[in-house]
T-cell receptor, first 116, second 113 residues
Framework: DGGITQSPKYLFRKEGQNVTLSCEQNLNHDAMYWYRQDPGQGLRLIYYSQIVNDFQKGDIAEGYSVSREKKESFPLTVTSAQKNPTAFYLC???????????????FGDGTRLSIL | QQPVQSPQAVILREGEDAVINCSSSKALYSVHWYRQKHGEAPVFLMILLKGGEQKGHEKISASFNEKKQQSSLYLTASQLSYSGTYFCGTLGGTGAGSYQLTFGKGTKLSVIP
């Protein structure tokens, strides 16, 4: 079955440490997204990519970095510059490039990141 | 800007109806609706495009009034499985952010026997 796989499910970060969250999709989707979810805040966009080797900042990109070297992979690095990284992180993908007017986003099961 | 959802939370008995609203301060091209159960991934329900088309998914339907920049989600004869948090995501505006979905804070729906 096609889908989006996020790993690990739970992740702990020490102070001053960078950590990388994995996101892989086999849906052959062009666009991929990273969201951060905090209680009562909804989903906020961190980064998105509409095509390989290209990505754009979302609303809360500070302290995060991404890469898109392969169509199926869009890893997110939470750097030490992100002072409040504890949250639920969701990766999503959608079909087609450009505007996502009529393309639903498909989500992975998420990674829950906590500070040690 | 983040769309505003109302109510923030609602409790229903099985078989009752509910309406969830989503309002934006900017012109919209489309509205997406998702449902998320606790600790799980959001699941796509439907997309509404400009034109006021009403769509349905099982006993869940929605409308989109682009003039008022509002969308409403209608849940009829609610079932226990409808429990979860409902998010609207809006697409619109101008500039670099036009192709990003902006999600509301969610409406928590609890259906009890």
């Amino acid at each position: 079955d096609g889908g989006i796989t996020q790993s690990p499910k739970y992740l702990f970060r020490k102070e001053g440490q960078n950590v990388t969250l994995s996101c892989e999709q086999n849906l052959n989707h062009d666009a991929m997204y990273w969201y951060r979810q905090d209680p009562g805040q909804g989903l906020r966009l961190i980064y998105y990519s509409q095509i390989v080797n290209d990505f754009q900042k979302g609303d809360i990109a500070e302290g995060y970095s991404v890469s898109r070297e392969k169509k199926e992979s869009f890893p997110l690095t939470v750097t030490s510059a992100q002072k409040n990284p504890t949250a639920f992180y969701l990766c999503a993908s959608s079909n087609g490039q450009g505007a996502t007017l009529n393309q639903p986003q498909h989500f992975g099961d998420g990674t829950r990141l906590s500070i040690l | 800007q983040q769309p505003v959802q109302s109510p923030q939370a609602v409790i229903l008995r099985e078989g009752e109806d509910a309406v969830i609203n989503c309002s934006s301060s900017k012109a919209l091209y489309s509205v997406h609706w998702y449902r998320q159960k606790h600790g799980e991934a959001p699941v796509f329900l439907m997309i509404l495009l400009k034109g006021g088309e009403q769509k349905g998914h099982e006993k869940i339907s929605a409308s989109f009034n682009e003039k008022k920049q509002q969308s409403s989600l209608y849940l009829t004869a609610s079932q226990l499985s409808y429990s979860g948090t409902y998010f609207c995501g809006t697409l619109g505006g101008t500039g670099a952010g036009s192709y990003q979905l902006t999600f509301g804070k969610g409406t928590k729906l609890s259906v009890i026997p």
